[in-house]
């Protein structure tokens, strides 16, 4: 089965970091590009950030850039997100989202991970 | 950034009926355009790619439409479990910005 799993997140006081990992199974994950988008309490998708399969391109919504980085170990299966310098705006599920050959739309997502960022 | 703009924000619907979403872009995208639909706590899904593609496994009461700068997501004689957040997606150019969000709520 295709699948993938968040996990990471938790509650952290502004200002502090964490680091999100997305575990994928069921499909070769080194041939994918992978995102990260969030979604706020009630609010819509916001998307965070995008690394090619090969980890040669790299892009980041200007809302994070600077504070968070993306990475991934193919060897391991999977994607990461480091977030440093974090806001209370910052607070979302935050889901990994593989990007699907061929479309380059977002076809598979994990169940999300809650990040909660308050003092 | 190219911007999505998605209308309307909410919508009420019997089972049965016909809706439809729009989606327009602040400059052209080609068909670089994905729908998705999310219910309450879960991840988003698929449903459209490339504007007008069903992903696999989507009924075929779903349909979407456009290229450019506006496009549709429509959904003929509505079933129980479609009532749910829709949004749509240019993956044309990063940032991928999604649209507002549409409510489709049971009337």
């Known amino acids: 089965e295709v699948q993938l799993v968040e996990s990471g997140g938790g509650l952290v006081k502004p200002g502090g970091s964490l680091r999100l990992s997305c575990a994928a199974s069921g499909f070769t994950f080194s041939s994918y590009s992978m995102n990260w988008v969030r979604q706020a309490p009630g609010k819509g998708l916001e998307w965070v950030s995008s690394?090619?399969?090969?980890?040669?391109?790299?892009y980041y919504a200007d809302s994070v850039k600077g504070r968070f980085t993306i990475s991934r170990d193919n060897a391991k299966n999977s994607l990461y997100l480091q977030m440093n310098s974090l806001r209370a705006e910052d607070t979302a599920v935050y889901y990994c989202?593989?990007?699907?050959?061929?479309?380059?739309?977002?076809?598979?997502w994990g169940q999300g991970t809650m990040v909660t960022v308050s003092s | 950034a190219i911007r999505i703009t998605q209308s309307p924000s909410s919508l009420s619907a019997s089972t049965g009926d016909r809706v439809t979403i729009t989606c327009r872009a602040s400059?052209?995208?080609?068909?670089?355009l994905a729908w998705y639909q999310q219910k309450p706590g879960k991840a988003p899904k698929l449903l459209i790619y490339a504007a007008s593609t069903l992903q696999s496994g989507v009924p075929s009461r779903f349909s979407g439409s456009g290229s450019g700068t506006d496009f549709t997501l429509t959904i003929s004689c509505l079933q129980s479990e479609d009532f749910a957040t829709y949004y749509c997606q240019q993956y044309y150019s990063y940032p991928s910005l999604f649209g507002q969000g549409t409510k489709l709520e049971i009337k």
């Open positions: 989202a593989r990007v699907a050959i061929g479309s380059d739309a977002f076809d598979i």
């Open positions: 400059q052209g995208i080609s068909s670089y």
């Open positions: 690394i090619s399969s090969s980890s040669s391109y790299i």
